[in-house]
């Protein structure tokens, strides 16, 4: 990774983490298909980096498209979607593909998504090089979304955050931790953390959902994370930051009270889905880190912030 993508807090600027000038960094038309680009996780890879982004199309059929970038910042994203091959199962049915995530694990990049089969579950696939991906076994039944997969095994296992749901837009969820010995078979699913009392953090009183990819840190994994609320507008998407044991990250050591951000610019406010931050992927570089996120289910934003400030900000204030 020869460049990272970031740009200083800007002068006066208080808040714990801090948008991008030239936000958002892609857009709704970006390819020649798409009537929005949104909720897409990237990664370095090579010299530069890469992604997997969720295209709908102008008939919002919804699927999944590898990208590439020099600098995170402007990217090149492939016009037609990713075709999978049959990986540890010839069962590859998708109805939709929807809000990706990808890691890497030892020795190969794995994206997990919104997979329709049957109503929403956890796909699961890897790749090299994102030319070529391998479709796996579902990880879960319907109903489920938001599968985060930790970067390296936990105790001999896979771990994977998700969040169980319903077929319709899931006005509840709790995030769970689940395990696997081989990417095939999940289970041990366990709580990791509930929606917040509406008296103490409101903004993620309603569901939460696991968002980016934890970050291994000295103090625990660090996962930024999406918080509703539903206001007499509808459903209003934020995003706060968790603290996760680093043997056990079923247990929270620290998590906002307060959110990091929240819906406030016009590409976060306006769109297909008003008032919605989803985070979706988030890389460091030291002590700083870049949170790419879904604007208003539109565009593609990103903000960014230091680490060691993001936890010392959940201690002093821990729901």
């Known amino acids: 990774m020869k460049t990272f993508p970031w740009q200083e807090r800007p002068e006066g600027n208080k808040d714990i983490m801090w948008r991008f000038s030239e936000n958002p960094i892609i857009g709704r038309y970006d390819i020649p298909s798409s009537n929005s680009i949104f ?109 985060v997969l930790f970067p390296e095994k936990i105790n001999g296992k896979y771990a994977m955050l998700s969040r169980p749901s319903d077929n319709g837009h899931t006005p509840f969820g709790d995030i769970f931790i689940s395990y696997s010995p081989d990417m095939k078979y999940w289970g041990e699913h ?28 000295e103090e ?6 999406h918080g509703v609320i539903n206001t007499c507008n509808g459903f209003r998407y934020s995003m706060g930051a968790v603290l996760l044991d680093l043997e056990n990250p079923d247990k929270v050591l620290y998590r906002s009270k307060q959110y990091l951000l929240a819906p406030a610019e016009l590409y976060e406010t306006t769109g297909d889905v008003p008032n919605v931050v989803f985070p979706c992927a988030a890389i460091a570089d030291g002590d700083k880190v870049a949170v790419y996120y879904g604007a208003a289910d539109t565009v593609v934003a990103v903000a960014f912030g230091y680490i060691s400030e993001i936890i010392n900000f959940m201690k002093k204030d821990s729901l």
Not at 60 to 83: C, L, R, T, Y
Not at 92 to 118: A, H, L, M, Q
Not at 191 to 210: E, H, L, R, Y
């Open 190 to 217: 366990r709580c990791v953390m509930k929606v917040a009392p509406f008296m103490d953090s409101a903004w993620q009183c309603t569901k939460i959902g696991s968002g980016s990819v934890p970050i291994k840190t």
């Open 39 to 147: 909720n897409s996780a990237v990664v370095p890879f090579e010299d530069g980096f890469a992604g997997v982004f969720r295209c709908d199309n102008k008939a919002v059929q919804m699927n999944i498209f590898a990208g590439f970038s020099k600098d995170g910042i402007n990217w090149e994203i492939e016009h037609n979607p990713i075709e999978m091959k049959a990986g540890n199962t010839e069962m590859i049915v998708s109805d939709y593909k929807y809000d990706p995530r990808v890691t890497f694990i030892e020795d190969r990049y794995w994206i997990s998504w919104c997979n329709g089969y049957n109503g929403p579950t956890i796909g699961i696939a890897y790749t090299f090089d994102f030319k070529e991906f391998y479709q796996c076994e579902n990880a879960f039944l319907p109903f489920n979304r938001n599968g």
């Open 220 to 225: 625990g994994w660090l996962m930024f994370y």
